[in-house]
């Protein structure tokens, strides 16, 4: 979402209640305006408004800076967060990866905290490690040809705490790959397999812009059909190159609908309740918004 215009964008969505109050489109507009100074253009060309993530004590507020240039086949993405108690937005720590099996196990709802711990990670101490630990703490001799660090300290991997900024920096980026969509040519694939916006494009008719095909994945490739395509000779010609969300699995995770005007159609993701994207037809206006609690819907294929 356009973060010059983010009042514009939310009234397509209004009529779905989404949207966010007078007090935090101001406080937003001043800490995104704050984020675009001091970072543009050294580490992204676009800066979007992303959405909210909503917690009891605090609400998580997320843009996204995005660098096209240099960047083969897919744009390079950078998400930053900003609690509503003060709207100063900074990148997220990298990916926690050491719990990637216990994320989804998290069904409690976002607190606002990002030190909160959800699981303390205790360092897994050897057979005769303890006596070791005391012979290093005593006084010896220190060869100065030999490494400061041995290969097998350097290699060790250091436990890391799972932290809620480390769960809401993974909702954010399964929610972005899951959701993201565009309207099918609105990007292209530049002679140097570059993707960035396609200047030439004017919109989808009123009748493509209502059917589910005409909308893609905003993300790298992941589907083989589309990742061979990109191998191809007449990739830079394809206005379909990215993945299609017809194909996402359950079937029927995506919802279209037409707003009172009958201009603009809303799409829902089912899977992760409060992500929605629109288009206007026939003109360039499009983009997407989350606003939930950044649970997702475990039970979809049961109920579709």
Not at 15 to 40: A, P, S
Not at 238 to 264: C, E, H, M, Y
Not at 268 to 276: A, E, I, T, V
Request: hydrophobic fraction near 35%.
């Amino acid at each position: 979402m356009d973060i010059l215009d983010i009042h514009q964008s939310l009234k397509y969505l209004q009529h779905n209640g989404v949207g966010l109050n007078i007090e935090e489109r101001i406080q937003l507009d001043l800490g995104l305006q704050q984020l675009l100074t001091h970072q543009y253009p050294k580490l992204f060309e676009e800066l979007l408004y992303w959405g909210k993530i909503i917690g009891i004590n605090a609400d998580y507020h997320i843009a996204v800076g995005i660098d096209y240039s240099n960047h083969y086949e897919f744009p390079h993405k950078k998400f930053y967060y900003a609690l509503s108690t003060n709207f100063q937005f900074k990148p997220f720590p990298a990916l926690n990866d050491q719990h990637k099996d216990e994320y989804n196990k998290i069904k409690t709802l976002i607190l606002g905290v990002p030190d909160k711990v959800h699981k303390i990670v205790e360092p897994v101490k050897q057979e005769g490690e303890e006596q070791q630990e005391e012979n290093q703490q005593q006084v010896k001799e220190v060869d100065p040809l030999a490494s400061s660090e041995s290969e097998d300290e350097a290699a060790k991997i250091v436990p890391v705490n799972l932290k809620e900024i480390d769960r809401v920096h993974y909702l954010v980026r399964a929610i972005e790959n899951d959701c993201h969509i565009i309207p099918q040519g609105s990007f292209k694939l530049t002679n140097a397999h570059e993707v960035n916006r396609n200047e030439a494009f004017r919109g989808l008719n009123l009748e493509e812009a209502f059917r589910m095909n005409s909308y893609q994945h905003f993300r790298n490739v992941q589907q083989k059909d589309k990742k061979e395509g990109l191998e191809k000779d007449d990739a830079i010609f394809i206005k379909n190159f990215l993945d299609d969300i017809t194909a996402d699995k359950p079937t029927g995770q995506w919802s279209v609908q037409k707003d009172s005007s009958g201009r603009v159609a809303i799409l829902r993701n089912l899977q992760w309740p409060g992500f929605f994207a629109y288009h206007k037809a026939n003109s360039k206006i499009y983009g997407s918004v989350y606003i939930g609690e950044g649970l997702k819907n475990a039970d979809l294929p049961f109920m579709l």
